[in-house]
């Protein structure tokens, strides 16, 4: 099969963990354990987050004297994405002798007219008071809004229409190349009035890239591995319980956190609604055996996982 693996945060960072690069060095080489086994006997590509790397650029940057004003976040993006692959190509050049394994830094192209522009609502960086915000907005041309008993820099959101650089994805895969790509959603751009791209002040989210990208290459299967074994009904109720297999009806009629399992059921089901293929939801050291339909929430269009076809 054509597999597209997402990589959750806890890939790179464990809860808890502080940002230092040993840290995430260490957690990417036991990420890519699990991804050598699903190479082994599929086709491969990467995608993965970059929350809190970006998040330490983005504090570093603005507080550089150096700087006239701190660097934009499709350029903190493209950062990540140089750092995040680095590990990863190592790690899986290390893991698969033998295998030619890419990391590309790739573009994101989203609607110059999408309202998320008009009314931005992804937090980023770190958090201040509303003194600090409002001069730091001042200074830098950010918008900031009250997150909590805090203020936060706030930057649109918008939907991703196309990886620019999908052809070359699907070019190197058809060389038996393993990819990774899309990091962090992928670099926000637009294309101006003369048909050039430009960079824009966004963040994409990771999980509806990776569904788009999967969608474009043909994958057969899609998984979001994060740190938690299935997705939960009633979550944090005295009845909640997992769900192993279902259907993107049944996910939609459930009401999931916003904030963080909810984008997540929304890329695996626009994925399977489009390509009428399975998606999942589960932990990363079960790639395996999500792909084996024993372990993970296994989306599909009739519940039903694995199919005579990919056995």
Not at 19 to 39: F, G
Not at 109 to 126: H, M, R, W, Y
Not at 287 to 309: C, D, F, H, M, Q
């Amino acid at each position: 099969m054509r597999v597209i693996v997402a990589l959750g945060g806890n890939a790179l960072l464990q809860r808890g963990e502080r940002p230092d690069a040993e840290n995430q060095i260490e957690n990417v080489r036991t990420a890519v354990k699990t991804l050598a086994r699903v190479a082994a006997q599929h086709e491969l590509i990467i995608t993965h987050g970059n929350g809190p790397q970006v998040g330490v650029l983005a504090v570093e940057s603005a507080g550089d004297p150096n700087l006239t004003k701190s660097y934009p976040f499709d350029t903190l993006g493209a950062e990540t994405q140089g750092m995040i692959g680095y590990w990863l190509l190592q790690a899986l050049q290390n893991a698969l002798p033998g295998r030619q394994v890419l990391s590309m830094v790739t573009q994101t192209l989203v609607s110059v007219t999408d309202p998320a522009f008009e009314n931005p609502t992804k937090f980023v960086g770190q958090v201040y008071s509303q003194a600090e915000a409002e001069k730091l907005a001042r200074e830098n041309g950010w918008t900031v809004r009250p997150d909590g008993q805090y203020w936060r820099r706030v930057v649109p959101s918008p939907m991703p229409q196309r990886v620019v650089e999908t052809r070359l994805i699907r070019k190197a895969m058809r060389d038996g190349v393993t990819v990774v790509a899309a990091g962090g959603g992928g670099i926000p751009v637009i294309r101006d009035e003369d048909g050039r791209l430009r960079g824009v002040e966004a963040v994409i989210d990771k999980d509806l890239t990776a569904a788009l990208l999967a969608e474009a290459l043909e994958c057969d299967a899609f998984l979001i591995l994060t740190d938690v074994p299935r997705v939960m009904k009633d979550f944090g109720t005295p009845q909640q319980t997992e769900i192993a297999h279902t259907t993107p009806h049944e996910l939609r009629s459930i009401d999931f956190p916003a904030g963080s399992m909810g984008p997540k059921v929304d890329a695996v089901c626009r994925f399977v609604e489009t390509t009428g293929d399975m998606a999942a939801i589960g932990k990363l050291d079960q790639a395996v055996e999500i792909l084996a339909g024993t372990a993970g929430t296994i989306v599909t269009p009739n519940a039903t996982w694995p199919l005579a076809s990919t056995l």
